[in-house]
């Protein structure tokens, strides 16, 4: 599955730079394939192992405060590998 996510610390002010931080390293920690851009971080792998990510990210985030937001959009699609980058490449591809 791919899917893109956001979390967002609620009542710590417009500076939230530290605990999206946080959120990120446990994502690249993780191991899976991620990207991250200015509004989603996008993360691919199997179902049990990217829900764990997006759940300690959350939990990362929490760590600042006691709300979160969080939005995310999954692509849940069985038997496929590196659909984040191969989906791109036949866009791409098509483009030329």
Do not use: C, Q, Y
Request: charged fraction near 30%; avoid cysteine; proline fraction near 2%.
């Amino acid at each position: 599955m791919i899917i893109a996510f956001s979390v967002t610390p609620i009542g710590i002010g417009e500076d939230v730079a530290d605990a999206v931080t946080d959120a990120i390293r446990v994502v690249r920690e993780s191991g899976l394939p991620n990207e991250t851009d200015a509004m989603f971080t996008r993360l691919e792998g199997e179902w049990d192992e990217v829900m764990a990510v997006v759940k300690g990210a959350v939990d990362a985030v929490r760590a600042h405060t006691g709300r979160v937001s969080m939005v995310l959009k999954a692509d849940i699609r069985e038997g496929v590998t590196d659909a984040m980058t191969a989906k791109v490449k036949e866009v791409e591809r098509r483009l030329a």
